[in-house]
């Protein structure tokens, strides 16, 4: 699916999404990403779900967001609360979602101007 980005604000922006990739900036991806509204697109080190662990929400935390959208990949799925520890600890708000809703919402609060975080897992479907 192919989502319309505003060329001009110079946010990161989703703008395309499908089984086995994200595409970022017109630029696709076919691995887990960490995504901020404005700073660096980098690889996020998480081959599946069930790889989680809790040294990766606590890189999120070291990103210091403002809230943390975490997308599950194909299908929402919730991890284990002590991997979230960190998060709360922080007192970082998150939501967790499918990787395609995760998506939508990271443009919506990326057009509202807000400093979120997008931690994606990307998976075939």
Known sequence: MKLQ????????????????YVEINQTPYAHAVLLSSD??????????????????????????PELILIGTGNKQRFPKPELLKSLILAKIG?????????????NILVGEGRQVLLALLVEPS
Not at 5 to 20: L, R
Not at 40 to 60: N, R, Y
């Open 5 to 20: 980005s505003d060329p001009h604000s110079g946010a990161n922006t989703i703008t395309g999404y499908g089984d086995g």
């Open 94 to 106: 998150f939501e967790i979602m499918d990787s395609q809703a995760a998506c939508r919402t990271y």
């Open 39 to 64: 700073g660096a697109i980098s690889e996020w080190p998480v081959q599946s779900f069930e790889g989680l662990e809790a040294s990766h929400f606590a890189q999120m935390v070291d990103l210091k």
